[in-house]
């Protein structure tokens, strides 16, 4: 059984930093898609475990940055210079692939979600 669990999310001031962590487990795939995204809908950042690289939406990029310990099943999603319209629930999820292409940025493509971690962003 898939499991995800994110955390990290907290309430911090515009210009602030937070890394949320989504703990994974229960799947062996070789190759995998796992990504963050906000209210499910808008894809934040993916990496394509076992294919090509990383992404990272054009509204967060150079601020955001996704990693993964490979050892720890986790991911991680570095928060810098927050803003205000960053505020949201951050959801990670994962689908399996056969490791060919850019990861989906679109949600409805990734099989397996956690139950999310809310950052709120004060001006």
């Known amino acids: 059984q898939v499991e995800l669990v994110e955390s990290g999310g907290g309430s911090v001031q515009a210009g602030g930093s937070l890394r949320l962590s989504c703990a994974a487990s229960?799947?062996?795939?070789?190759?995998?898609?796992m990504g963050w995204f906000r209210q499910k809908g808008e894809g934040v950042a993916n990496i394509h475990v076992g294919?090509?690289?990383?992404y990272v939406a054009e509204s967060v990029s150079g601020r955001f940055t996704i990693s993964q310990d490979n050892a720890k099943n986790t991911l991680y999603l570095q928060m810098n210079g927050l803003k205000p319209e960053d505020t949201a629930m951050y959801y990670c999820a994962v689908y399996p692939t056969s490791g060919v292409g850019y990861c989906a940025t679109r949600g409805e493509w990734y099989s397996y979600w956690g139950q999310g971690t809310q950052v709120t962003v004060s001006s």
């Open positions: 294919g090509v690289g990383t």
């Open positions: 229960g799947y062996s795939w070789e190759n995998y898609c």
